[in-house]
Structures are given as C-alpha cells and as structure tokens.
C-alpha cells in the first residue's frame, strides 16, 4: 500500500468562504493558545527537571503532570463549552490542530535530544496557518452532481462540509484509492482540497523493448539517444517577465494600503501559476517517457552538481575578484528553472510503480567522447553546439551524443554489453 495525494482547487460562494476563513483562524488560535500551554509547562517542567526534555518522558519518571497530546484532547470538550463558536467545526478537526502541535513538539524534543540547537515551535501568524486537516470520513462527503461531467469531459463533484456548506471541485484527475484524509487548504485566495488515498500496488506496464538515455540540458530541455528533443517551455520566460513586472509594481505600493494587498495577490497568483504551468509540463513528459521506455537513463545530478556557486575569490587586499558568478548564475538559473532534479524525481517515482528501470551514471565526459568510435576528443564549450568527431567523422547534435553515451553507460552498468545505439533522426 502507498499512499498518494490529489490536489484540486474548490469553488466555495461567498458565505462558504468566508466560514472556511473563520475555521482557519480558530483553528489557528487553537493551536497558539494551545502552544502557550505547552510552552508555560515546558518552561516550569525543565527548570525543575533539566535532563528530561520530552513532557511524556517527565510525567513518566517524576508522576507530575504534563501537558501532552491527551490532556489537551481531553481539554476540547471544555473549550467548546465555553466557545460556542467552536462547535461548528468538526470535532476531528479540532483533534488534528493538537496533532499538528504534538508534531511540532515531538520534532523539536528529538532535536534536543540529538544535541541540536533548534528553534521553539512558533506561533503562527495569519499567513503562516493556512489549512486545516479532516483526519479521516466524519464531517465531509462527496456528492455527485446533476450533471457530472462538462463540455471536456471533466468530472464535477460537489464536497459537501457539515455545518459549512457545499464547494464545487473539477475532478481533473481522477481520484482513486482509498480516502483517508481531507486537508482544506488556503493559498493566497484560493482555496484546495487535498485528499490522501492508500493506494495499492499499483499494475505494472508490460515490458517494452526500447531504452532511451536522456541528457537534460540549458538549449534543449532534454535530449534522447533516439535523436529527439523536448524543448523547453517559452511560456515560462513570458511568465517570468510578467512575474518581474508585478513585483516592481509592488515595490511602488504603500505599505498597509489596498492597493498593496492587491498587488501581492497578483504577484502570489502569478507564482502560482507558473509552479503548475512547471509541474504539469514535468508530469506529462516523466510520463511519456516512463509509457515508452523500458531502461531510461539519466546522469545523476548530484555528481553534476552544477547548480553549486563558485565559491568567492579575494584578492590581496580581500576584495572580491570577478569569479564568473553573476555569469553561471544565469546558467544556474536556467538549470533550476528547468526543474532537471524534479524531473529526475517524477521520472524515477513513476517508473518504479510501472515497473521500468532508471539507471542513473556518472556523467564524466558524456560530451566530450564519440559515442559512435567510443574516442575522446576536445572538450566542448557550452557554444559548440556540434559533435563532429575527428577520429570517425561523425557528425551529431551534441546533446543527442551525450544522450547516447549516456544510455551506453546505463548498459554498461547492466552488463547487458553496449548494444548498438542508432540515431534514427
Ligand atoms: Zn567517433
């Protein structure tokens, strides 16, 4: 069993949205009231017993008593007594904001323990506390709608919340498993629902004949040993642009103003969309390729490494001395924006459930050697585009060389010999 999450954005009117605010902020003044009482009884428990840090632990060895998981459970019937208004909030919610401070907390006791210095759990402010967690069926239900699908064949649902109200959601990917929890989750306007399903094992693709190597790189998103590219988005250098103007836009607003929150929104819901834009172009291609390919080969990043900064170089009078900084910066930035490890990451989590393999290698040299003659030739700046090899002549893109080297190396590393790879652009 493994457990996976979908993510689907809601459509809530007016009045539903604004209760879901209130939960939120309940829910947060729950958890920092709740916090206070664990700090205070923190604070008293370790001035008289230094060495026992977790509060379970001291309850156990000195008999007093503690503020814990259960005893703040146990508090919650009391609090809604005395707050009414927190009657209208399920009661597994409620459960679940003392869980999340249990979690911080028995993070932070194991961060003592192992020697570390680390901070208190916080409290949380407006924009910090943004969801809020049904642990398991009780307080929400699916229910189908009267007409269930649109033009594109989408499938809608209404979610309906006790003593809430009912959201909208487009089921644009399919919802499957078994549901164990429902998070409402709150990013700048909008709003989301996230479901966690167990799913079970997951049936494997039948076996496919073909490999592919694959070198990601800054002119080409990737490369494939069968002489293919997969570009890289414009959309996202046009987002990007959009994104800088906003910003600057923000700069020139008066702090406190409306017209200020405003422009944060914007400039939240253009982050926004550029994340997704990335995630859903990542997802798609990881998945192609996972369909096709029985071995895929990628080289391994964290031998690349080349998102690391030069380090600074000083001279004689420990100025800072030009080391190219600014310059890889840039590259570094197409690199992070090209999300090669993310990809790596999709890549390699869906072939695991399809059954496929991913061979990561070492990635010394894949540019420089002919992947035909197997001859190493002069090293190659970022400009050459070209392999034009002087041993055997041939001539190749030079990303689909490195692809190809790449998959060599995978087969290497199989030893199942090099079969012989052809470009068949
Ligand atoms: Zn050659």
Redesign the pocket.
């Given at each position: 069993m493994r457990i996976t999450a979908y993510k689907y954005r809601i459509y809530a009117n007016k009045a539903t949205t604004e209760k879901l605010y209130r939960v939120l902020d309940r829910c947060r003044e729950l958890y920092n009231a709740g916090l206070q009482e664990r700090r205070d009884a923190y604070e008293m428990g370790i001035k008289r017993h230094p060495n026992y840090y977790d509060d379970e632990q001291r309850k156990q060895l000195t008999g007093e008593h503690a503020i814990g998981y259960y005893e703040q459970k146990r508090e919650l019937a009391g609090i809604k007594e005395e707050r009414p208004e927190y009657q209208d909030i399920a009661s597994h919610v409620l459960q679940d904001v003392i869980l999340r401070l249990k979690r911080a907390f028995d993070g932070f006791f194991r961060r003592v323990q192992n020697g570390e210095k680390p901070g208190y759990p916080r409290f949380q402010g407006h924009n910090r506390y943004n969801s809020f967690t049904y642990p398991d069926r009780a307080g929400w239900k699916l229910e189908a709608r009267e007409r269930p699908t649109d033009k594109k064949g989408v499938v809608k649902v209404n979610l309906h919340l006790s003593k809430l109200g009912t959201v909208k959601l487009h089921l644009h990917r399919d919802l499957s498993g078994t549901i164990k929890t429902l998070t409402i989750k709150r990013e700048g306007e909008y709003w989301y629902a996230v479901f966690t399903c167990e799913v079970g094992k997951p049936e494997a693709l039948p076996v496919s004949h073909e490999d592919v190597g694959i070198d990601l790189g800054v002119t080409h998103f990737a490369a494939l040993s069968t002489g293919e590219f997969i570009e890289n988005q414009r959309y996202y250098r046009r987002a990007e642009r959009r994104l800088k103007k906003l910003q600057k836009a923000l700069s020139r607003k008066k702090r406190g103003s409306h017209r200020r929150k405003k422009a944060v929104q914007a400039v939240a819901k253009a982050h926004r969309k550029i994340r997704n834009q990335r995630a859903d172009f990542l997802h798609k291609e990881s998945h192609k390729l996972v369909n096709q390919y029985q071995v895929i080969a990628l080289e391994d990043l964290r031998v690349k490494n080349l998102t690391k900064a030069p380090a600074p170089k000083q001279d004689e009078n420990e100025q800072y001395l030009p080391n190219g900084a600014s310059a890889k910066a840039g590259l570094n930035k197409s690199i992070l924006d090209a999300g090669w490890s993310t990809f790596t990451e999709m890549v390699s989590v869906k072939a695991a459930s399809a059954g496929r393999m991913v061979i990561l290698v070492d990635p010394c040299k894949t540019s420089q050697v002919?992947s035909?003659?197997h001859?190493e030739g002069p090293h190659k700046d970022l400009t050459e585009r070209v392999h034009s090899?002087m041993?055997?002549?041939?001539v190749l893109d030079r990303d689909t060389n490195a692809a190809i080297n790449i998959l060599q190396s995978a087969h290497k590393q199989l030893s199942v010999g090099t079969r012989p790879t052809r470009v068949t652009a």
């Open positions: 002919c035909q003659c001859r090899c041993h055997c002549g041939v």
